[in-house]
């Protein structure tokens, strides 16, 4: 932290920008691809990882395709909501069917397609989680050399 804070009280000719590059267009400090964590530094603002390709956008107040801490939260309510909807249309469902009950049946219906789209962003979301876990893992590996 009190590195950064040094640095951007630094003019932009005690940064050590490489000759010939923009530094209004450029990245001067760590920015990280959202999709491989590739250190983004020295590229411009806008473009396509060096590495993978992932197209991204790290103006301020933009920020696509960058990695963020953001994406460490594990998806916890969305886990629980989908297994939660899950256990309710299971149980109602097999409460309706002795006797026939069509009200319980449409409810147990309802239930199951809320936990369809609770684990669909479950599964999103812990996809997201996995990729910045080795995204970390690689950037304090990098920034250890
Ligand atoms: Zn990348």
Redesign the pocket.
Known sequence: MNGRQSDSSMSLADRELPEGLDPDRTLIHSVY?G????NLRYATYVGR??????PYNARPLTMKGIFTPAALLFPTADVLLALLCSVICFSTLRSALRPVNAWAIFLAVVAGLIAALYSILAVRGLLRFLRALGIMRRIRKEEGE
């Open positions: 691809c999709n491989c964590g590739f990882c060096n590495e993978c390709g992932h």
